[in-house]
């Protein structure tokens, strides 16, 4: 079993529609991390949690981490939003990651 | 903020011959990390490049195949040696300030070795 799971794997919405992405750890953590991919490779950071909830424009995270899970909204999603979205997670005192498998959202006009 | 300049972006290589990636941020980094995301993979931490001393390398990943370089606190190099087929992916630096604090990637260098 991987120690960061993401749900669902794969995506399709229409435009307008209210997407969820869910990513669950077994590890302990420090800090959990969203992250968009685009086609061409780079990342980009979204979020860094560690409790509670933040927002970002379209963009809602939030984290249990007594249940040891994380969830990223889309609000009113657009096909701009189309990417991998990747749940990574952190501990101690090193910025070192351990990846989820990533979401692949396609969003439709 | 950190921006990270990483190069090549791009490269299609021969097989057996290597190639340096380079990884600059403009402004003092604590950690830096190397990265690669093979095609429909997530991504797999090759090693920690520490200032001044040798990196810190993952189970799977060895020196020889991978050297690294970290001559300062604002520029890495990832040397991927006697390239194969199985070496192409995406090769990302990473870098942070320490445990609580966001993490930023470069662009990535898409390696195809044929």
């Known amino acids: 079993k991987n120690e960061v799971e993401q749900s669902p794997q794969n995506l399709t919405a229409q435009e307008g529609e209210f997407i969820t992405i869910n990513c669950s750890y077994s590890?302990?953590?420090?800090?959990l991390h969203w992250l968009q991919q685009h086609p061409g490779g780079g990342i980009v950071s979204l979020f860094m949690?560690?409790?509670g909830k933040k927002k970002h424009g379209r963009l809602i995270a939030t984290i249990n981490i007594q249940e040891k899970h994380s969830s990223l909204h889309i609000t009113a999603s657009h096909p701009r939003d189309s990417a991998v979205y990747i749940c990574?997670?952190?501990?101690?005192?090193?910025?070192?990651?351990?990846f989820g498998t990533g979401t692949r959202l396609q969003v439709f006009p | 903020s950190a921006v990270i300049s990483q190069k090549p972006s791009r490269d299609i290589c021969q097989r057996g011959t290597s190639l340096t990636i380079q990884c600059q941020v403009d402004s003092q980094v604590t950690m830096m990390f190397w990265y690669r995301q093979q095609p429909g993979q997530s991504l797999t931490l090759i090693a920690t490049?520490?200032?001044?001393?040798?990196?810190?390398?993952e189970s799977g990943f060895v020196i020889d195949k991978f050297p690294i370089s970290r001559p300062n606190l604002t520029f890495s190099t990832l040397t991927v040696s006697n390239m194969s087929p199985e070496d192409s992916s995406i090769y990302l630096c990473?870098?942070?300030?320490?445990?609580?604090?966001?993490?930023?990637f470069g662009e990535g260098s898409w390696l195809t070795v044929v």
């Open positions: 949690l560690s409790s």
């Open positions: 990473s870098v942070g300030r320490g445990s609580g604090n966001t993490i930023y």
């Open positions: 490049a520490n200032q001044g001393s040798e990196a810190t390398y």
């Open positions: 590890v302990g953590i420090s800090a």
């Open positions: 990574a997670v952190g501990g101690g005192y090193t910025d070192k990651l351990i």
